[in-house]
């Protein structure tokens, strides 16, 4: 009789939307059998997010689901958080997910929620990461990798990445530098979190 195979990699739900390009290292990493992680659906909260793309072309399951179908805030919350809950993710990660997530969302996978941001937290939060980083003139700046929590972009550190910060930059070449260090990090901790977890202590997070 012929066995069906059943992928046993820790899951992960991948938010994003944009262009994607977290999202499809993501996707060449989970390619191979061997990565300890799979990718079980992507969601975005734009219909036209080329993430969205990249995920079909890997045959991987896409949901939208946008705030301007809801009347309120709360009911774009509980639509995504049961969007997610379909593919019973281990995990949710957040790559390029331009949305604060809502209590709903945080409170169904509390702990196992991931976020990359593009500069070294706590410093430049917000959607405006690099280009507050140029503005300030920091020589070194980097992405993070953190549990998200409710506040934004403030929760504990899991892992990061130094980028330097040349005199000739300017926020568009200086966030794709920024990304070429993201793509390693985000691939390196998937895999690190799928293999091993992640401990929260207080402020303190690590892979052990
Ligand atoms: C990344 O720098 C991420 O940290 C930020 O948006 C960017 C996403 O890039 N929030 P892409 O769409 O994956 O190319």
Redesign the pocket.
């Given at each position: 009789m012929e066995q069906s195979h059943v992928d046993q990699r820790t899951r992960f739900v991948v938010l994003?939307?944009?262009?994607?390009?977290?999202?499809?290292s993501l996707l060449d990493a989970t390619a191979d059998p061997g990565f300890p992680a799979q990718i079980v659906a992507v969601g975005a909260d734009v219909p036209d997010a080329?993430?969205l793309d990249r995920a079909q072309k890997s045959g991987v399951p896409t949901f939208v689901r946008m705030v301007s179908e809801y009347p309120l805030r709360t009911d774009w919350d509980s639509a995504l958080t049961d969007a997610i809950d379909e593919w019973n993710p281990d995990w949710v990660f957040?790559?390029?997910?331009?949305r604060i997530l809502g209590p709903s969302t945080l409170a169904r996978f509390a702990g196992r929620i991931i976020?990359?941001?593009?500069a070294l937290l706590p410093a430049f939060p917000g959607?405006h990461?690099?280009r507050d980083a140029l503005a300030y003139g920091v020589r070194v700046t980097g992405?993070t990798v953190h549990l998200v929590d409710e506040g934004v972009d403030t929760g504990p550190i899991i892992a990061q990445a130094p980028v330097h910060v040349d005199a000739s930059d300017d926020e568009a070449g200086l966030?794709e530098r920024?990304?070429m260090a993201?793509r390693s990090l985000v691939v390196g901790t998937m895999a690190a979190i799928a293999s091993r977890g992640c401990v929260i202590d207080g402020r303190r997070a690590y892979i052990p």
């Open positions: 994003a939307s944009g262009t994607g390009t977290l999202l499809q080329k993430a957040c790559a390029g997910f331009m976020n990359t941001h593009p959607a990461a690099v992405c966030h920024i990304k993201e």
